[in-house]
């Protein structure tokens, strides 16, 4: 296996920047009025129980998957201590979605050196946007993600402290198993009804994910961590979330209970109104050991949707008491996300005077990799390392387009920067202004995205499908 970003080391791509990116770190103390949140994360190897009699092996943080949940105020200063105990391909946390400064960022062989067994590094950074992130391994990382070495990131506006429910719902493959949340996060949550509920979405598999709401009226509030403008009320919508992306859902708790389906399977998450049935609710959650799973997936469906916690619900909780959530969703149609919400001022247009603009075709074939022709997935016919680097001046202004030639779905990802969507296949936005960190382009399909390089140093550019960025389709982009 390939690790990002194994060939360029730090400051050669340009032949020599100013300053080593290794020395862009975050500051060692917190902004006036901030704390500082430490927190401290061990990879290594464990077994991990996802449902009675489900163990799978695991690479995990503090031995648990998904790893710590990660919160902060904005302003505080986040401060992660990261060991590695026995991972012996090494380890890095990459902060997805954050706009991190370079040195902070976790990307192996460009701003610095994988942590071995044994080794150690400290992240600092300010908490700077507020939203819902995650974080994970950048050594290895298909494989290092997809076995366990990810996790929440939520930053919560200074001094306003989450009222009603707020729920991260990270959902992620496992040993064949689709896992949503985290160990303390059982399936089914009671909420008062008139509660405010908030359902934090997160994509770490490969693939896209469709998700639908049942039982409420609701707004899809912010993605990729950034609020929409004027978001309208939605009903009887999928939402397909890019893989690597976040979706922030924003309802008040009716007084019937609320279905979460997660491509459109049986099993589900469950808000249940306080009150209503709470010994149900309770048996439910006991019998869900963490970290619960919503659904079973891979190689044998039938025994494993048997030992599923949730097909335990839906026989006790389910029965009768929820026939409406439980209504039928896969034809549901798909939102589009550039017609939705309020149109606002943006920065820049598509009619902006660009100082920088880049093409990528993206495809698959035969390409040079290590020297020898090999099957990859390509930007512009070629594979990483050979791409060219995007190099650009700190100040610039930069258009980036990414067009689909091949057959596969790239949820294209850029480090470092938010951009700004300007159209999709044609059409510009007409909804609220769309800042996203992970684009998801379909076959076919053409995206024109923006973004003003502010945040100096060297970044990754790739395909969040992971196994496809191990297979070459990554580049770096570098400040001059
Ligand atoms: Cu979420 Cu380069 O990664
Ligand atoms: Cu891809």
Known sequence: PVSHGH??????????????VTDLRGPAT????????????????????????????????NGQVPGPSLTAEQGDLIEVRLRNADITSGVTLHWH????????DGVPGLTQDAVPPGGEFVYRFVAEQVGTYWYHTHEVSDIGVRMGLYGT????????????????????????????????????KQAAPGTPVRLRLINTDNTPHRFTLAGTPYRLVAVDGTDLNGPGTL????????????YDLAFTMPPDPVVLKIDDRADSVRLVPEGTSPTTAQDASAATESPSTTAAQGDSPTTTQRDSPTTALSATAGAGAVPAADSQTADWPELDLTRYGTP?????????RFDRDFTLVLDRGLALTNGKPAYAHTVNGLAFPNIPTEVVRDGDLVRLTVVNRGRDTHPWHLHGHRVLVLSRN???????PLWLDTFDVRPGEVWEVAFRADNPGLWMNHCHNLSHADLGMMLHLAYQ
């Not at 060939?7 to 080593?20: H, I, K, L, V």
């Not at 917190?30 to 009675?52: E, I, K, N, W, Y």
């Not at 919560?156 to 160990?183: F, I, M």
């Open 30 to 61: 917190p902004p006036p009025g901030g704390a500082v949140r430490h927190f401290d994360l061990t990879a290594r190897m464990a077994t991990v129980t996802l449902s009675p009699g489900r163990k799978v092996s695991a690479w995990t943080f």
């Open 7 to 20: 060939s360029a080391s730090a400051g050669s791509a340009t032949g020599g920047t100013p300053r080593p």
């Open 344 to 352: 606002a001022p943006t920065p820049y247009t598509s009619r902006s």
């Open 235 to 246: 009903a009887k919508v999928g939402l397909r979330l890019a893989a690597g992306g976040r």
């Open 426 to 432: 044609g059409h510009s936005v007409t909804g609220s």
């Open 153 to 188: 990131l939520v930053v919560t506006p200074k001094g306003a402290a989450p009222t009603g429910l707020d729920l991260t719902l990270p959902v992620h493959t496992l040993g064949g198993v689709l896992v949503t949340g985290d160990r303390d996060q059982s399936l089914v």
């Open 97 to 104: 979605g954050y706009d991190v400064p370079s040195g902070e």
